[in-house]
């Protein structure tokens, strides 16, 4: 698979402000979105320019990323910030490759501590998975994702992570993982908790299977990040938004919130079914009638 740059452009109406795009040309066929017939990247581009202009009314450091399985756009891609809690992502899938673990089923105490890691983003858990596993698995996993500014730390919550390389593992992170454990992965990664469902779990597209993991400096304001997974068929797409310096976490929370609803915009969505006419209930109704007789 080869890659090539088809465009990189500086808006002079968005000083500091870069949005590129790449295409990678595959052998196989395309994946069209189901319902739609069509490739993802005819359908739908994130509104980069909506979601920068956005990111310069808000206080903080902001980065972010979106990548499809054609294309990648980033504002400050490969601006480095901490990991927070999204490095419990990593943190899982490595544990999950382990030898020792990924031929074999998960022991209940093994689940009893990856389950809440990610679902509930507990931080003893986290130590105690960073622990057995160490700082090299975590760089053995960058280094077979292909993340290109990524470093690890003695504090997990300090690895040092960019958005392109997320939405780098983020969108076929499936892949990466044991193939004994994918769908307990993936389970947890669809299963955070609802007090930890804000940013894209608040604007979450209907239609398409929501993925992913949130980290916080403590609630502090000082770290917000989300990393994101959407899925319905064969399309996918994968995002990123690192925020710091944010003041508070409810200030940061709604940053997330605001970046997601600009970058998803025209996202093709699962079409409502429409309300039964009354004509329609009489005609239920004398179907079941009918069956009961």
């Known amino acids: 698979m080869t890659a090539a740059a088809v465009a990189v452009l500086t808006p002079s109406a968005l000083p500091g402000a870069a ?69 419990k992502v990593m943190l899982l899938v490595a544990y999950l490759d382990e030898p020792w673990v990924a031929g074999r089923n998960l022991r209940p105490d093994e689940k009893a501590v990856l389950d809440p890691m990610i679902t509930l983003s507990d931080n003893d858990a986290a130590q105690t998975i960073f622990d057995t596993i160490g700082r090299g698995a975590l760089q053995a996993l960058a280094g077979r994702v292909g993340m ?64 992913f993991k949130g980290g916080w400096g403590y609630g502090t304001g000082l770290l917000d990040h989300q990393v994101v997974l959407l899925v319905r068929g064969c399309a996918r797409v994968s995002i990123a938004v690192l925020t710091m310096y944010n003041g508070s976490h409810t200030y940061g929370k709604q940053t997330l919130r605001g970046i997601f609803v600009r970058l998803l915009h025209g996202l093709p ?19 079941s009638s009918w069956r009961a007789g």
């Open 19 to 87: 949005l590129a795009t790449t295409r990678h040309h595959h052998v196989t066929s395309p994946c069209l979105v189901p319902g739609l017939g069509k490739p993802l990247d005819q359908l739908w581009r994130p509104n980069m320019r909506w979601a920068i202009r956005y990111a310069h009314t808000r206080r903080g450091d902001i980065a972010f990323a979106v990548r499809t399985e054609d294309r990648f756009y980033g504002y400050r891609p490969n601006h480095i910030e901490w990991s927070a809690s999204v490095v």
């Open 148 to 211: 290109r500014h990524f470093a690890t730390s003695a504090i997990w919550g300090e690895t040092e992570i960019t958005a392109a390389d997320q939405t780098r593992f983020l969108l076929h992170i499936d892949s990466y993982v044991a193939p004994r454990h994918r769908a307990y992965a993936m389970h947890l990664l669809a299963s955070i908790v609802p007090s930890e469902r804000w940013g894209i779990g608040e604007v979450a597209p209907k239609g398409w299977r929501l993925y």
């Open 269 to 287: 969505q699962a079409t409502r079914r429409r309300k039964c006419l009354s004509r329609c209930r009489t005609a239920a109704r004398g179907r």
